[in-house]
């Protein structure tokens, strides 16, 4: 059974920092894409930042120069570092790794989701 686990939410005041780690544990042969998506009250998902196992990287715009995603593939980890945070980014923040099985099939696994506030 795969699993994914969040941490490192909270709240913070506009300009301040946080950093949001996805740990993947189970039965994995790979994994593909991760990254990270966010859902605020009353607005519809959205795609934050993905990094496929290559290293190719993509963000929503509004978050471009302040976010950074990165991965550790030998702990099967990313992570999400949010600078200057603004109201704005107060959302539900859900970390998907797209998972390979021996058998060669590939799903997307969520995470149970991690709630960022920026308030003062």
């Known amino acids: 059974q795969v699993q994914l686990v969040e941490s490192g939410g909270g709240l913070v005041q506009p300009g301040g920092s946080l950093r949001l780690s996805c740990v993947v544990s189970?039965?994995?042969?790979?994994?593909?894409?991760m990254g990270w998506y966010r859902q605020a009250p009353g607005k519809e998902r959205e795609l934050v930042a993905g990094?496929?196992?290559?290293?190719?990287?993509n963000y929503v715009d509004s978050v471009k120069g302040r976010f950074t995603i990165s991965r550790d593939n030998a702990k099967n980890t990313v992570y999400l570092q949010m600078n200057s945070l603004k109201p704005e980014d107060t959302a539900v923040y859900y970390c998907?790794?797209?998972?390979?099985?021996?058998?060669?099939?590939?799903?997307?696994?969520w995470g149970q989701g991690t709630q960022v506030t920026v308030s003062s």
């Open positions: 990094i496929t196992s290559g290293g190719n990287i």
């Open positions: 998907y790794a797209d998972i390979i099985l021996r058998s060669g099939a590939e799903f997307r696994h």
């Open positions: 189970g039965s994995i042969f790979g994994i593909n894409a």
